[in-house]
T-cell receptor, first 115, second 115 residues
Framework: DAGVIQSPRHEVTEMGQEVTLRCKPISGHDYLFWYRQTMMRGLELLIYFNNNVPIDDSGMPEDRFSAKMPNASFSTLKIQPSEPRDSAVYFC?????????????FGPGTRLLVL | AQTVTQSQPEMSVQEAETVTLSCTYDTSENNYYLFWYKQPPSRQMILVIRQEAYKQQNATENRFSVNFQKAAKSFSLKISDSQLGDTAMYFCAFYRYNQGGKLIFGQGTELSVKP
């Protein structure tokens, strides 16, 4: 298995632009998670899906952030408009179940820089 | 709310020696999981070891072992025979049982293994 795939790996954009991050979970995994990592706040969960349905989006910073999962093999995290404080590494992870008995497998992350 | 605290921002160890990374957590739950994740310079998040709270026996994975003290809410990671490839950020994480996979991470400990 190729593991969790994220694209792009690096993104540099200007303030005000729309940014779309993409994730392909491991095949057969029912749970997908989006995390953000910054020096100030560490690793924080933004949103997670179960069977393509958003379950908990309480970590999404504000309305500028949105996430979708149109099918079991694809998810997007969109920031519109982007701001310099959104600069971070964004991770996607997936797991077979949400019980904790199954490992969450992380993708390589997308390093976002908003100028 | 659950919190996870790693009180050692940085640590170093000589190659082949043993090092222990500390983690404490706060919860009122009785059933939960604890994890140690490794993040090398590549930024990939890699699961190192997992402990189920209802198991008294400490988890081990080759050179990695934990000291799980449930009453004290302590979960330390011991790395034996440290190798240069162990150089990474290490994150302790908490998961509340059957709560949909919501991992709560500590701030991390940066470990340097010196030759």
């Amino acid at each position: 298995d190729a593991g969790v795939i994220q694209s792009p790996r690096h993104e540099v954009t200007e303030m005000g632009q729309e940014v779309t991050l993409r994730c392909k979970p491991i095949s057969g995994h029912d749970y997908l998670f989006w995390y953000r990592q910054t020096m100030m706040r560490g690793l924080e969960l933004l949103i997670y899906f179960n069977n393509n349905v958003p379950i908990d989006d309480s970590g999404m910073p504000e309305d500028r952030f949105s996430a979708k999962m149109p099918n079991a093999s694809f998810s997007t995290l969109k920031i519109q408009p982007s701001e310099p404080r959104d600069s971070a590494v964004y991770f996607c992870a997936s797991s077979l179940t949400g019980t904790g008995q199954e490992t969450q497998y992380f993708g390589p992350g997308t390093r976002l820089l908003v100028l | 709310a659950q919190t996870v605290t790693q009180s050692q921002p940085e640590m170093s160890v000589q190659e082949a020696e043993t090092v222990t990374l500390s983690c404490t957590y706060d919860t009122s739950e009785n059933n939960y999981y604890l994890f140690w994740y490794k993040q090398p310079p590549s930024r990939q998040m890699i699961l190192v070891i997992r402990q189920e709270a209802y198991k008294q026996q400490n988890a081990t994975e080759n050179r990695f072992s934990v000291n799980f003290q449930k009453a004290a809410k302590s979960f330390s990671l011991k790395i034996s025979d440290s190798q240069l490839g162990d150089t990474a950020m290490y994150f302790c994480a908490f998961y509340r049982y059957n709560q949909g996979g919501k991992l709560i991470f500590g701030q991390g400990t940066e470990l340097s293994v010196k030759p």
